[in-house]
């Protein structure tokens, strides 16, 4: 029975495309979408006249849609604007699936731990599989061994007065060839990489044993050459050795990869990535570092819950940001939502969290859609006094000129400490 050909169709996250009915559902009316794909909620399918309409959520990567379809959904911004955000925010890459892919290569550098996670992917499937044992060369020096070096043996021994003494080389059999020692090293710089965190834990356990498992092996840094020694490696294990070579080189030479699918492009693992989740670290990260110093607090309310009653904790609040001074002044609140327009219950939520916390501000932070500034809009105020609005994010351009300039325009908004006065 032949394969299926499987099409890759790149689309915009949150960009729609149609398909024809028969693409997605079968003769007998069952849907052909993967469940696991339905699961994650990255896509909304509506029906139309003569087809459906999909639309890409907040995912970005390389998703499996059927047995045929495969979508490749790429950010709207540039993609070093995304490996920066990933960096200042922080990612485990865990969403990895396990499915290799073919990204477009580019010269801006791929994020380290990106790139460490995929070397351990590899690193898996040639530890379930067996490191690679082959025949190599070993040089020994002393009495004779076939089979006898002789210009080394006459410059060492000869030409010393020694005539007992030999230079030879000799066949072993084992791990210590010349790729497993490139291997070695490469799960040595990978060890120092990788956090010291629970998401880590299984890549460090693994490394540890591949480091046992190489204990005698020697290490050996690559040239450019030794990058192509998974040519001599058995075809059962190639595709292990290839992948840790080929991530191993990006690393070294800051390579990089695009999310756009190129068939001869770089193979690497897929990932997925959550915008969502991208857009709301990245905005919090930064506040973090750059009011650090002016002894502002910037804390993920998800973690540090709140009160939406004061007689109850049945409905706790959970703000993305809180901003503070000491314990417990509140100063400000932020919710963070990655969607081209805000809805009536974004706006009610500030208000809710705003108001339980007896806040003075409220921010709604959104990306700007393409074509808009990177601005502040104010959006009104309560009896109470509490000021709200609505900050626009511009990730289209420069990433780092945009932290600067919203941190700037938010800490404006921010009510003055109280210095007080003197006995």
């Not at 040639?126 to 089979?147: C, H, I, M, N």
């Not at 092996?217 to 192509?228: A, C, I, K, N």
């Not at 309310?301 to 009653?309: D, E, P, S, V, W």
Request: hydrophobic share 40%.
């Amino acid at each position: 029975m032949a394969l299926t050909e499987i099409r890759v169709i790149e689309i915009e996250e949150r960009g729609q495309r149609f398909f024809p009915r028969a693409d997605l559902i079968d003769h007998q009316g069952r849907s052909l979408i993967f469940p696991e794909t339905r699961e994650l909620g990255a896509v909304d399918i509506r029906d139309v006249a003569n087809g459906v309409n999909l639309m890409a959520l907040r995912l970005i990567g390389y998703l499996p849609l059927t047995s045929s379809i495969t979508l490749n959904i790429v950010p709207k911004f540039p993609i070093q604007n995304l490996w920066t955000m990933l960096e200042i925010g922080g990612e485990t890459y865990g969403r990895i699936l396990p499915t290799i892919r073919s990204y477009q290569s580019t010269a801006n550098p791929a994020p380290i731990l990106l790139l460490a996670r995929s070397f351990c992917h590899y690193l898996r499937g040639a530890l379930s599989a067996g490191f690679e044992r082959s025949y190599y060369t070993r040089t020994v020096s002393g009495y004779y061994k076939p089979r006898v070096e002789f210009g080394p043996t006459i410059s060492r021994y000869l030409s010393r007065g020694n005539p007992i003494d030999t230079v030879s080389g000799v066949y072993d059999f084992g791990l210590d060839s010349p790729v497993n020692r490139i291997v070695k090293a490469a799960c040595l710089r990978i060890a120092r990489i990788i956090p010291h965190s629970e998401d880590w834990e299984d890549e460090r356990r693994m490394i540890q044993i591949a480091l046992d498992t190489l204990q005698r092996v020697d290490v050996r840094e690559p040239t450019t050459h030794d990058f192509f020694l998974d040519e001599g490696v058995s075809l059962r294990l190639r595709s292990h050795y290839s992948g840790m070579l080929r991530v191993y080189q990006l690393l070294l030479t800051g390579g990089g990869i695009a999310f756009t699918f190129e068939p001869g492009g770089r193979e690497l693992p897929s990932f997925l990535f959550n915008l969502e989740d991208i857009f709301e670290r990245f905005i919090r990260q930064t506040f973090l570092e750059a009011l650090r110093e002016r002894k502002i607090a910037v804390l993920d309310g998800n973690k540090h819950q709140g009160k939406l009653f004061e007689d109850s904790r049945v409905y706790p609040t959970k703000s993305d940001l809180i901003f503070r001074r000491g314990k417990k002044n509140v100063i400000g609140l932020g919710e963070v939502k990655y969607k081209p327009k805000l809805k009536e219950a974004d706006r009610y939520q500030i208000i809710s969290h705003v108001t339980a916390a007896k806040a003075p501000i409220g921010v709604l932070f959104s990306p700007a859609n393409e074509g808009e500034s990177q601005r502040l809009e104010r959006l009104g105020r309560l009896s109470t006094g509490a000021q709200f609005y609505h900050y626009r994010v511009n990730i289209q351009g420069d990433i780092h000129a945009a932290q600067l300039q919203m941190v700037n325009d938010v800490c404006a908004l921010f009510p003055a400490p109280v210095i007080p006065e003197p006995a």
